[in-house]
């Protein structure tokens, strides 16, 4: 039995430094698209409804969130579908190397809007900004794993989030186009990426 698990473990091991070395093609361009399309309607309809996020942050925030768990949602059903299909039985270390690469970053901006919620409400302008940066670092950190052109999207990430920083501060305000603006376009630009790179035609 021994014998059995060390086999087992070391079958494992490769499986872990494959997937390191591997380009995930588990993200597809629809649900990508898709994300940025929701973030880009949310926005709109906010703008529209006339309703002052600065006087109800948190419904704006909410909002903004429950739209990120949707595409977190959509965007995995797309992946876990594609990567059976594109990696057979690596599909499951594969995504396992995906979420491993984005949790940390997701975990920080969850937990930063959470201590700013409810230690510094007045600094929640801040939150549209640094979300955008943590997603850049998160596409940073998987750049090993994603498509080459990924880094684009990431670039975009981290300079949106610093220029919707810069605005913000002149009055320390919060707007659906600095959510839904940086959110839309780094979304499509991934969807662009993948579809052009992986795609659906088995290219690298």
């Known amino acids: 039995m021994g014998d059995i698990r060390k086999a087992l473990a070391d079958i494992d091991d490769i499986r872990s430094q494959i997937a390191t070395t591997t380009t995930f093609r588990g993200f597809g361009p629809a649900a990508l698209a898709a994300s940025g399309g929701l973030a880009l309607f949310t926005a709109l309809a906010q703008d529209l409804t006339r309703v002052d996020p600065n006087a109800a942050p948190l419904g704006f925030f909410l909002t903004w969130i429950a739209v990120a768990v949707f595409s977190v949602g959509l965007i995995g059903a797309e992946m876990v579908v594609r990567?059976?299909?594109?990696?057979?039985?690596?599909a499951d270390a594969m995504i396992h190397q995906?979420?491993?690469?984005?949790?940390?970053?997701?975990a920080a901006g969850a937990a930063l809007a959470a201590i700013i919620a409810r230690f510094s409400p007045e600094s929640l302008w801040l939150l549209p900004g640094l979300w955008s940066i943590f997603v850049s670092l998160g596409l940073f950190a998987a750049?090993?794993?994603?498509?080459?052109?990924?880094?684009?999207?990431?670039?975009?990430?981290?300079?949106?989030?610093?220029?919707?920083?810069?605005?913000a501060a002149a009055e320390q305000t919060l707007s659906p186009w600095m959510m839904g603006i940086p959110f839309a376009v780094g979304q499509c630009l991934l969807a662009f990426v993948v579809h052009r790179v992986s795609g659906d035609d088995d290219a690298d």
């Open 143 to 167: 750049l090993a794993s994603l498509p080459r052109g990924a880094i684009f999207a990431g670039a975009w990430y981290f300079v949106a989030g610093f220029a919707v920083l810069m605005v």
């Open 83 to 90: 990567s059976r299909r594109h990696h057979g039985g690596m």
């Open 98 to 106: 995906a979420i491993q690469q984005f949790l940390p970053a997701g």
